[in-house]
Nanobody, 120 residues
Framework: VQLQASGGGLVQAGGSLRLSCAAS????????MAWYRQAPGKQRELVAV???????NYADSVKGRFTISRDNAKNTVYLQMNSLKLEDTAVYYC???????????????WGKGTLVTVSS
């Protein structure tokens, strides 16, 4: 199983970006999908999480600006980021709990990360 994130880049403050993360491989089901980020010199933090039944939670710092969604048919999670701020600059990682077979417990997978740089 692999998670491939894309969509990062350089954007001016106030702008928007949309991140995507597609899971591929031998997948039976995906429960939780999430986005984390890690800014330079800081610990990795949870940005947003969405369950298979679309329960959603956001970090307080992104509420009202970011929207997480998923396409179960494509095994893909998205993060729409609007009104970007300088402090949103970070490497963004996707994360998912994936079952590869019915009788196996879900395992935690990480994507390699995509860099988002917000400039003034």
């Amino acid at each position: 199983v692999q998670l491939q994130a894309s969509g990062g880049g350089l954007v001016q403050a106030g702008g928007s970006l949309r991140l995507s993360c597609a899971a591929s491989g031998s997948i039976f089901s995906i429960n939780v999908m999430a986005w984390y980020r890690q800014a330079p010199g800081k610990q990795r933090e949870l940005v947003a999480v969405i369950t298979s039944d679309t329960r959603i939670n956001y970090a307080d710092s992104v509420k009202g600006r970011f929207t997480i969604s998923r396409d179960n048919a494509k095994n893909t999670v998205y993060l729409q980021m609007n009104s970007l701020k300088l402090e949103d600059t970070a490497v963004y990682y996707c994360n998912a709990d994936i079952k590869t077979k019915l009788r196996l417990p879900p395992q935690h997978y990480w994507g390699k990360g995509t860099l988002v740089t917000v400039s003034s």
